[in-house]
Structure formats: C-alpha cells, structure tokens
C-alpha cells in the first residue's frame, strides 16, 4: 500500500504538467488584456487632459523676492488656472485682487500692506497658506473680465515689488 502511494501523485504531478500549456496560455492572454486597458486608459487620460488644457488656461507664475512674474498679461474670462512657483529664497503667498488702481497703488494700511477688505478693491482669491521656496502650487479660480492685480501681500512683499496687473478679457 505504502509503496502504491507515489503512483497517484505521480499521476497529478503529469496532470499538473499537462495543465501548464493551457494556464500559460491564459496567463499570457490576461497579460495582453491588462496591456490593451492600460493602453485605452492612457488614451482616454490623454484626450481628457488635451481637452482640460485647451477650455482652461494654466498661466505659469514665477514668485521670487520680490517680484511676480506671468507670462502673458491677459488672460480669457473663466475658469482660470494658476500653477504658482516659489522661486525663493523667502516663503510667499499668492493673492489675486479685482482692482482698476495700477498694480502699485492698491490701497494701504498703515504697515504697508495691501488693506484686503478696502472697498476700493475685492480680493477673489487668497492662496491662505505659503508656497515654500522652490515648492509649486496650482490654483483655480473663476475670473470675470475686468482688471486684476496678483499680489503677495506677506509683511513688506507688496511695497518690495510683488504685484503684477492681470487683464481678463
Ligand atoms: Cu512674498
């Protein structure tokens, strides 16, 4: 009896054997599956982001001490995206007024600093925290046509020289 037992094994040891030509098949068959999705999902990710780029325009501004820098000075009224870099060598912040006055004539409180709830101008957009030195953020907003200025409004940045005029037409 003991010795009879290998027999079985053996047998499905073959079987075994025999079944690796059909799962080497399927494992080659999903294989080209998981490529041909991956490749209808690069696709698609693609066209959506071909399709993002063009309907929202992505304006690339430079923050250093102590300038902005856009690299067009009007943009198209909407939905606007704004892809922040720091620069440095300070932290900055990135806040975008609606104001008809020159970009160096906001108006002020008594340190200097741009008064964000004058009602001379509306602040639209307020980054909150800072862009670290040599970090990126990417902001969205919403802007109707009209006359802008993006500030960095931390204590001495505007009167340094961060501010620049943003026509949306
Ligand atoms: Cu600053």
Redesign the pocket.
């Given at each position: 009896m003991l010795e009879e037992a290998p027999a079985p094994s053996a047998t499905s040891g073959a079987q075994e054997a025999r079944r690796a030509g059909p799962a080497t098949a399927t494992v080659v068959l999903s294989v080209i599956a998981v490529i041909a999705s991956l490749v209808a999902i690069g696709i698609s990710i693609r066209a959506r982001s071909a399709s993002a780029t063009s309907a929202v325009p992505n304006l690339g501004v430079i923050?250093k001490d102590?300038s902005i820098l856009a690299p067009v000075a009007t943009v198209k009224g909407g939905l606007v995206d704004f892809t922040v870099s720091n620069a440095g060598p300070?932290g900055?912040?990135f806040l975008v007024f609606r104001a008809s006055q020159a970009p160096d004539a906001l108006p002020t409180g008594t340190d200097g600093r741009v008064d964000e709830s004058s009602d001379q101008i509306t602040k639209v957009f307020d980054s909150g925290a800072n862009i670290d030195p040599n970090g990126s953020k990417v902001f969205h907003a919403a802007l109707t046509p009209g006359a802008y200025v993006l500030v960095?409004n931390?204590p001495g940045?505007y009167k340094a020289g961060?501010h620049l005029a943003l026509s949306v037409k």
């Open positions: 923050e102590f300070s900055h912040e960095c931390l940045h961060m």
